[in-house]
């Protein structure tokens, strides 16, 4: 863990925010290209990415702000948390998405941003999912968002070292290192859901939130944060989160199966024969 800045007031946390962004970006213009989509397509995708990212990171930074209130009682603009951002993100992309595409095509006889309306989704969940990936390694060197702390080494447990600014060892103590954890489950994630994608599947982004949304509830116990009481008592606003990401996925995946039962020819009963 080095959260000390490396030159011009740049930290490793942030290095590796600039890397997620980078390899989002790539992933969607390789991707895009495989699916075939027309310039357009990848123009509108690519723009309303940009703005939910920049509205995304303050949305982010909004709930942070929020969790730093509910624990301590003052409002202050320090960190960032992930589903701040994604919620926040996820809801400027939507609209930017169908707004703006219904401009873009209004005049054209056929509609790109529709008829490819869930591919384009599968291919935002796994750029989301590798820049996530790489904000949680950021976490690790900027040694936030881990885990439970002990003053003796257990099991899944790394040594937490706690440096003055003259490079003197304060103290040492162990914690869960769970921005490793889930930065190693984000990226099998990107693999399985990337395989999905290539292949034409329509469900990558209900299974993405499913998938997300079962780890970080169990990840949480993991954690050492708190960040106030939830509407349940017995959890916490990230699990909380998570069983509603679940349950919006489980709710979106049964929606794409009895769109593909209806869009299915009838099967024609056997012909009878005299």
Not at 126 to 136: E, M, N, S
Not at 170 to 193: D, G, M, N, R, W
Not at 259 to 270: E, I, L
Request: net charge neutral.
């Amino acid at each position: 863990m080095y959260p000390y800045d490396l030159f011009w007031g740049i930290t490793l946390y942030d290095i590796f925010i600039i890397l997620g962004l980078c390899a989002a970006v790539g992933v969607f213009l390789f991707y895009a290209d495989k699916r075939k989509f027309d310039s357009n397509l990848q123009v509108l995708v690519l723009a309303d990415a940009a703005a939910a990212v920049l509205l995304g990171f303050g949305a982010a930074m909004l709930m942070q702000a929020i969790y730093n209130y509910i624990e301590s009682g003052v409002f202050e603009w320090n960190g960032m948390t992930f589903y701040g951002g994604f919620v926040g993100g996820a809801a400027v992309f939507l609209a930017g998405y169908f707004g703006a595409g219904h401009l873009l095509y209004r005049k054209a006889e056929s509609k790109p941003h529709l008829e490819n309306a869930f591919t384009v989704f599968g291919i935002v969940s796994c750029c989301v999912i590798v820049a996530h990936a790489f904000g949680r390694i950021g976490c690790l060197t900027a040694g936030c968002c881990h885990g439970a702390v002990y003053e003796e080494y257990r099991p899944f447990t790394v040594p937490l070292l706690h440096i003055s600014t003259e490079n003197k060892l304060i103290s040492k103590e162990y914690t869960v290192p769970v921005q490793l954890f889930e930065a190693l489950f984000l990226f099998a994630l990107f693999a399985v859901l990337s395989y999905r994608v290539l292949k034409g599947k329509q469900d990558v982004l209900p299974l993405y939130m499913i998938c997300y949304g079962v780890w970080r509830f169990a990840i949480e116990f993991a954690r050492a944060d708190e960040r106030g009481e939830t509407i349940v008592s017995f959890l916490t606003p990230s699990q909380l989160v998570a069983v509603l990401l679940v349950l919006g996925g489980i709710a979106f995946y049964v929606f794409l199966i009895l769109r593909k039962r209806k869009a299915s020819p009838p099967s024609s009963p056997p012909s009878s024969t005299v």
